[in-house]
């Protein structure tokens, strides 16, 4: 078996990765602290208050969730402008679904993941999980959440960022439905990732996949087992080239 | 015991002369068309010929009620009632304008400023407090009509009045019950005008989608907690490699 390295990830992929994840983990901490009102704090704790006297007060808080969330937007956009093509082949991988073969993927995954094979087996069904392209079908789930999930939320962030600089008092019951739609988006998006994070930083079968988003590059052997569909196509691409 | 800043107001003193709403409009750039405080007074009275009853004249705004509807419709707190001072506060900072408090109150205190773009409603004039001066209303008040103070405070003159009006004090009452801390000596004249809160739908679908979310979130991560278990105990699931490597 060879251990050569196939490209998975652009710099600037990576780039964009983490300064995605940081900005949302700010934003979601920094987030969190803003909602006070027991029927919707979703820690039911002291947690915002504790924040708001860290920062110097709730308006504070306010204004430096907003900047992040600018700065997060600005970063997007930017990436977008510098790798549109990096960007449409991510959005053409995680969008495109093959029903029969990712949701037999997707049950299968979840029943090895939480009890083993045994049950599967018990069954009757074979354990072995369906190929599956250059995302499986649990990380495609995930990102069609948080690219859905994103813009809803960069959206009615922004909806809110403008309420008190542009809006007049007739836009108010848009403005609400922002809050209400930023909260549940989040609230979903943030199940998501929770699994994400599980499978991508502390699963040791995804180790090789957590250190391409570092170096760009998986081992050959990796990308054989977790993404043939991809693999077998990228080998006959290098064929094609070296013929 | 904590402070319960209120006012104490004998409508029968009123005169309606609109001292007060000027004077809050000055002392807090209030925009145009847009008031903190109010005289109601009863219709058809200024008829000539026989009238029924006396005439009554109610000064009014902002009640900062014991049970703040206007609070439980905020998402951030960015209205909230102080604990040490009985009031209800707005930090304008926090506000964004989302306008959720607004049909909150029942009665019609608050609104979104014009220029400011953010919930307004009266805030017995902080400013003027802090130089040792009462609110710009009860300051201009020709008549008196109107004493601010603490009423849990008996050496104070609001709070001399609501002990000894205890027996004849009312409050306008509205549909929903909010406890609020304008009290009137007597008759306030029209008493029953207050509304119903209303809670805007969106918030009240983020009040009801708050355990969902609350409940995904946990299967979510009871889901991790289970992956995490059998990675520790059965340790990686090596099953879906063997077969691949034919
Ligand atoms: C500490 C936190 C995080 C870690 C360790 C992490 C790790 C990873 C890794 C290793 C991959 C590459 C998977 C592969 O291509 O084989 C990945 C992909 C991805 N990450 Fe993260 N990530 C984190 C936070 C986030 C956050 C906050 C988001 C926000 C939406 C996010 C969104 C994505 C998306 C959309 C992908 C591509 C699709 C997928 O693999 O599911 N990640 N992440």
């Known amino acids: 078996m060879s251990d050569t390295m196939y490209k998975r990830h652009d710099g600037s992929d990576i780039f964009m990765h983490w300064f995605n994840a940081v900005c949302w983990l700010l934003l979601l901490l920094t987030g969190i602290g803003l909602i006070q009102n027991p029927v919707i704090d979703p820690l039911g704790s002291g947690y915002p208050a504790v924040l708001r006297s860290l920062v110097g007060g709730g308006g504070n808080l306010l204004l430096l969730h907003e900047a992040l969330g600018i700065l997060w937007i600005i970063g997007f956009l930017v990436y977008l402008i510098i790798n549109f093509k990096g960007a449409r082949f991510f959005l053409a991988e995680v969008f495109a679904i093959s029903p029969a073969r990712d949701m037999l993927w997707m049950v299968k995954k979840m029943v090895l993941m939480t009890l083993g094979p045994k049950p599967l087996k018990m069954l009757g069904m074979d354990p072995v999980l369906p190929d599956q392209g250059y995302y499986n079908m649990g990380q495609k789930a995930f990102a069609q959440a948080s690219v859905v999930g994103g813009v809803v939320i960069a959206v009615t962030g922004v909806v809110m960022f403008l309420s008190d600089r542009t809006f007049g008092a007739a836009a108010t019951g848009m403005i609400g439905w922002a809050v209400t739609l930023h909260f549940i988006t989040v609230g979903l998006v943030f199940a998501g990732l929770l699994v994400h994070i599980y499978m991508a930083a502390i699963s040791p079968e995804e180790r090789p996949g957590f250190k391409s988003m570092f170096t760009g590059v998986v081992p050959g052997e990796y990308a054989k087992h977790h993404h043939r569909l991809w693999f077998d196509k990228v080998q006959s691409d290098d064929q094609q080239v070296s013929e | ?246």
């Open chain 2, 1 to 246: 015991m904590a402070q319960q800043l209120a006012m104490i107001i004998d409508a029968s003193k009123c005169i309606d002369c609109k001292g007060c709403m000027i004077a809050c409009k000055v002392a807090n750039n209030v925009p145009e068309d847009q008031w903190r405080n109010w005289i109601k007074g009863e219709s058809g009275m200024s008829r000539p010929g026989k009238h029924n009853g006396t005439t009554k004249f109610q000064p009014g705004a902002c009640m900062h009620c014991d049970k703040p509807t206007c609070v439980e419709a905020c998402p951030t707190g960015a209205t909230y009632k102080d604990e040490m001072t009985g009031e209800v506060v707005i930090d304008e900072s926090l506000c964004i304008g989302c306008g959720n408090c607004i049909p909150a109150c029942p009665y019609g205190a608050r609104f979104r400023n014009a220029t400011k773009r953010k919930a307004d409603k009266c805030n017995y004039c902080p400013e003027r407090r802090a130089q040792g001066l009462l609110p710009a209303c009860v300051d201009t008040c020709p008549t008196k009509a109107r004493v601010f103070g603490d009423i849990n405070d008996p050496d104070s003159e609001a709070g001399r009045l609501f002990l000894k009006n205890k027996e004849q004090l009312t409050r306008v009452a509205a549909r929903t019950e909010t406890k609020p801390n304008m009290f009137y000596i007597g008759d306030p004249g029209p008493r029953d005008w207050g509304g119903e809160a209303v809670t805007p739908a969106s918030m009240i679908a983020m009040k009801e989608a708050a355990p969902f979310i609350k409940g995904i979130v946990g299967l979510s991560g009871l889901g991790v907690l289970a992956m995490l278990g059998r990675q520790l105990i059965a340790g990686s699931d090596t099953d879906h490699k063997e077969n691949d490597d034919v």
